[in-house]
Nanobody, 126 residues
């Protein structure tokens, strides 16, 4: 069992930066691929970024490439999402997710994730 708690969301002006954190409980964090998803009002949840269990592989959604960076610290059971050059269209609830299948690849599909956090709101004003 893995419990995930996101933090770091808030209100920021366009062009600004935020860093989201996702703290995981349980001893299996280092064997989980981790991902960030987001859901804006009236839209489906979309993949933002993912990282393999070792941290050696990452992948990003097209809309955030070059602006967002995902990383993880297995010693701290935490995954991060550094968000730079934020745009109003980045406004959404951001969710952290864990894939507990123990393989060193990035998980891209929402349905393959086993555990989800409660989400943190990010609002970017123009």
């Amino acid at each position: 069992q893995v419990q995930l708690v996101e933090s770091g969301g808030g209100l920021v002006q366009a062009g600004g930066s935020l860093r989201l954190s996702c703290a995981a409980s349980g001893r299996t964090f280092s064997s989980c691929a981790m991902g960030w998803f987001r859901q804006a009002p009236g839209k489906v949840r979309e993949f933002v970024a993912g990282v393999s269990m070792s941290g050696g592989k990452t992948s990003y959604g097209d809309s955030v490439k070059g602006r967002f960076t995902i990383s993880r610290d297995n010693a701290k059971n935490t995954v991060y999402l550094q968000m730079n050059s934020l745009k109003p269209e980045d406004t959404a609830v951001y969710y952290c997710a864990a894939d507990n299948r123990y393989y060193d690849y990035v998980t891209l599909r929402e349905y393959e994730y086993d555990y989800w956090g409660q989400g943190t709101q990010v609002t970017v004003s123009s």
